[in-house]
């Protein structure tokens, strides 16, 4: 060692508060240092989707405005992973689940690496023949996280926390890849952050330098995103058939029940009319119908190449645990199976959450069940109130914070997501339980952009009271539908307005709608112009030995239960409402002209059959159907 090494290296002491500060963002540590701080980790802190040294200032830490990001490596880039077991007998739904990139130790591809964090070891001088380096993720993060070294040729090795990186390599700079394999599920065990420390020994010195990477969280999609696929049940195809002989969505199926064909025509018709010809989509239930609560869509995101946001599709299977039969192999209702069988591929991802010990309870599942589908979850698009910004919309559900709930390990996920502050909205008065029989947003012409769509029992009695003013009380209430296919079938305009059974239901209903939608206004900000109010007619619900009681359903169609193309035209299900003097329904016309204060459209949908006659509840369009949506035009939830 010369003299002026040595003179340097009894000087470092004395400098070393200066030079922590002046490198301070980037972490570096230092112990028994024998040379200037060198040990530099990157990664893409700027979010521009490059690692370089703009990424350097900040990168130990994570800020809105700063801070690097992965999406949870939850696809099936090359669509390897199988329903069927070695055996041929199907997966069960937690092994079904387990499959994803993420679960081996190998890059599969390039596509595969898109959906990785790239670090970079930068280059260091003056290492002696002996110095090497471990890469590390923290302790908490372990379990999701898995760390990639590049082989110099294109190629990627699995990196664990004991591997060391050799001198020579590290002269030159090291690229590296991080994977995050999960989502955060409960905050309070794991919070969606990686810390990724790089630690250089060199002889007595040791050098330290570390990066926080966020997980990207799971943002449950609005309904403002324009639709990629609409997709309705396939009813003659079992769930267990399409795994095992393979399953063509685009290819057409046939119907099986009253009013389905009748259904997707009109359906087919609504898409076309908003522009978004070619986007019906089949999917295999064994014949459950009910789209909406066999899963829920989102998405997760990062800076890709060029900073333009790379995106994954998620799609979040429903928590309900099968109430007839339920196994600790096959919990969860069969019919959300085909997320993981026949959805989930590249860029396209699957999760799933709930609680193993509801599992075999079938007396709970059969009465509380219903609570925990994902037809009970909704999404208030984005918004700026008094108290905060949800810049990618906020999660709302239905619970009454008791029996009334949805699964909590599904809450417990949503929650720990950070982005949609998830508030519980009390739908225990409703048949179904689901916020979706009262509640849904669309595109508007105002301010905020969008507007609440609210059932309303209250203007549905006054728009029958004025047709028995105009001498109109003597038509039947249901027009159109035979009379084989309805309850009451010959029930007059006038007998609707003394009928117990809906006296009482609309009381209820207009009763808890405004304690929902006070709460509503208060925590969304809501003016009354942002609010389309559509006409409602609720009955009341007796089921002896039920433990809820006080309950409705809606007696006429549903109109609220719609869904929104995301280009202003709403698919609603046609309510065969009675008729005024000019021969219109008045439950169309009134929920037509509040559509149109706001600046959108209705496209009606014939489903009477096919949802709302079945059983004793029934369901319309948004119950019928699910979404994938088009985020392209979504802006980035980091730069929100």
């Known amino acids: 060692m010369t003299d002026a090494r040595r003179r340097h290296r009894y000087r470092w002491p004395a400098i070393a508060a200066a030079s922590l500060l002046a490198f301070a963002a980037g972490a570096v540590a230092w112990h028994a240092a024998a040379r200037p701080a060198q040990a530099l980790l990157l990664a893409d802190a700027n979010r521009d989707g490059a690692v370089s040294a703009a990424d350097a200032a900040g990168r130990a830490e994570w800020t809105a405005d700063r801070g690097a990001i992965v999406v949870p490596n939850l696809d099936d880039d090359r669509e390897a992973c199988p329903a069927l077991g070695s055996d041929g007998e199907r997966l069960g739904d937690d092994a079904l689940a387990a499959c994803s990139d993420g679960a081996d130790e190998v890059v599969n ?48 090795d699995v990196l664990g926390p004991d591997d060391r990186i050799a001198a020579d390599r590290l002269r030159s700079g090291v690229d590296l890849a991080l994977e995050a394999t999960d989502f955060a599920r409960d905050a309070e065990v794991w919070d969606g952050f990686i810390d990724v420390t790089l630690t250089v020994r060199d002889g007595r010195a040791v050098e330290s330098d570390r990066v926080r990477v966020r997980v ?36 057409e199926a046939a119907p099986v029940h009253d009013g389905e064909a009748a259904f997707r025509a009109d359906l087919v018709a609504g898409l076309e009319s908003a522009g978004l010809d070619g986007r019906l989509t089949m999917y295999p239930t064994g014949d459950d119908r009910w789209m909406r609560d066999q ?21 979040l299977r429903s928590a309900v645990v099968d109430p007839e039969g339920s196994t600790a192999e096959f919990p969860l209702r069969d019919a959300g199976r085909p997320v993981f069988s026949l959805l989930r591929g590249a860029d396209t991802a699957a999760a799933q959450t709930y609680s193993p010990e509801r599992v075999g309870d079938d007396e709970y599942n059969t009465l509380w069940g219903s609570f925990s589908s994902t037809g009970n979850v909704i999404v208030a698009p984005p918004h700026t109130t008094e108290d905060g910004s949800w810049p990618v919309g906020r999660v709302l559900y239905g619970s009454d914070g008791g029996e009334a709930a949805p699964d909590p390990a599904f809450v417990r996920l949503l929650e720990a997501q950070g982005d949609q502050g998830p508030l519980a909205v009390d739908t225990s008065w409703l048949g179904v339980g689901h916020i979706d029989e009262f509640l849904s947003f669309v595109p508007a012409d105002n301010a905020r952009g969008w507007a609440a769509v609210v059932a309303d029992p209250g203007l549905g009695t006054r728009l029958l009271e004025r047709l028995v003013e105009d001498g109109l009380g003597d038509q039947t209430l249901v027009q159109g539908i035979g009379t084989d296919r309805t309850e009451d079938f010959d029930m007059t305009v006038a007998e609707s307005l003394e009928a ?11 009763e808890r709608i405004d304690a929902a939608l006070a709460g509503l206004i208060a925590e969304l900000d809501l003016d009354e112009d942002e609010i389309v109010r559509v006409p409602a007619v609720f009955t009341h619900l007796v089921v002896e030995g039920y433990p809820r009681q006080e309950i409705v359903a809606n007696h006429m169609p549903a ?11 709403f698919l609603a299900i046609r309510p065969h409402g009675p008729l005024d003097a000019d021969g219109r329904d008045v439950l169309a016309s009134a929920a037509e002209a509040a559509f149109a204060a706001v600046g ?37 939830w980091w730069r929100s």
């Open 109 to 156: 591809g390039a596509a595969d690496l898109l959906d990785m964090a790239a670090l970079r070891i930068e280059p260091m001088r003056g290492l002696g023949s002996a110095a090497s380096a471990t890469v590390t993720v923290d302790a908490t993060s372990k379990a999701m996280a898995r760390l990639f070294v590049s082989d110099g040729d294109g190629g990627h």
């Open 216 to 251: 990207a969280p799971l943002l449950l999609s609005h309904d403002l995103a324009p639709i990629d696929r609409l997709i309705v049940s396939d009813n003659g195809t079992g769930v267990e058939a399409a795994e095992r002989d393979g399953y063509d969505p685009g290819a």
């Open 559 to 569: 109109i609220v239960n719609g869904v929104e193309t995301g280009t202003g035209d």
């Open 295 to 315: 899963f829920i869509t989102g998405y997760a995101s990062m800076p890709g190449p060029g900073g333009e946001p790379h995106l994954m599709t998620v799609l």
């Open 500 to 510: 117990p059974e809906l006296l009482e239901g609309n009381r209820i209903a207009a």
């Open 600 to 636: 959108g459209r209705i496209a009606w949908v014939e489903a009477w059959d096919y949802g709302h006659a079945v059983g004793t509840v029934g369901g319309e369009i948004h119950c019928l159907t699910n979404t994938v949506r088009d985020q392209s035009g979504t802006d980035p």
